[in-house]
């Protein structure tokens, strides 16, 4: 069974520079999570897809973050402007569904470094 | 609000010996608790989960974890440690609607000593 799929795997930045993000969730998983994880924390959750629905984005600043999920599969992560606090990396994850707790499966994730 | 607190950010343990990372959590309700580990470069991968009944787990790679809810707790144990087992472990409950929603601790360094 292939895993969570992201890209790039690295990506440096200027700040004030646009930037995206992209994942494919394994196949048949209803539920699509990005998550940021700051150097020497844990991953914090931007926002929680149940198919192409958005069921939790409480904690995705707005102003500059967004992100979609067309057709409920893929989805795509945008940073605009970035600023230098977005450096980062960006884990996407998927389960099964999110009505239940099943076990969040994560992708590699993308380094972000904005200079 | 859940929070999570994991104690030690690095603990050093010679190849052999045992092993006991902290948890403490924070939540209102009956906690859905996950131990996940993330070796450089590479994503977090599950090693055991407690959502209800008996309060010892046990996991994948050797580990096991105690669910003590009068101590809001949940410490991860290995009996004996090996080299590969170096990474960084996170601890984090669930909440949310259907306690999909989780909360991590900063996490804790593991390194192995020969």
């Known amino acids: 069974e292939a895993g969570v799929a992201q890209s790039p795997r690295y990506k440096i930045i200027e700040k004030r520079q646009s930037v995206a993000f992209w994942c494919n969730p394994i196949s048949g998983h209803a539920t699509l999570y990005w998550y940021q994880q700051i150097l020497g924390q844990g991953p914090k959750l931007l926002i929680q897809?149940?198919?192409?629905?958005?069921?939790?984005d409480s904690q995705l600043p707005k102003d500059r973050f967004s992100a979609e999920r067309l057709k409920g599969v893929d989805s795509t992560l945008k940073i605009q402007p970035a600023k230098l606090e977005d450096s980062a990396v960006y884990l996407c994850?998927?389960?099964?569904?999110?009505?239940?707790?099943?076990?969040?499966?994560f992708g590699p994730g993308t380094r972000l470094t904005v200079t | 609000a859940q929070s999570v607190t994991q104690p030690d950010i690095h603990i050093t343990v010679s190849e052999g010996a045992s092993l006991e990372l902290r948890c403490n959590y924070s939540y209102g309700a009956t906690p859905y608790l996950f131990w996940y580990v993330q070796s450089p470069g590479q994503g977090l991968q599950l090693l055991l989960k407690y959502f209800s009944g008996d309060t010892l787990v046990q996991g994948i790679k050797g580990f096991e974890a105690e669910f003590k809810r009068s101590q809001s707790s949940f410490n991860l144990r290995k009996p004996s440690v090996h080299w590969s087992d170096a990474a960084e472990y996170f601890c984090?409950?669930?909440?949310?609607?259907?306690?999909?929603?989780?909360?991590f601790g900063k996490g804790t360094m593991l390194l192995v000593s020969p």
């Open positions: 994850a998927s389960s099964l569904a999110g009505g239940q707790v099943y076990e969040q499966y």
């Open positions: 897809f149940q198919n192409n629905g958005v069921v939790d």
């Open positions: 984090a409950v669930g909440a949310g609607s259907g306690y999909s929603t989780l909360t």
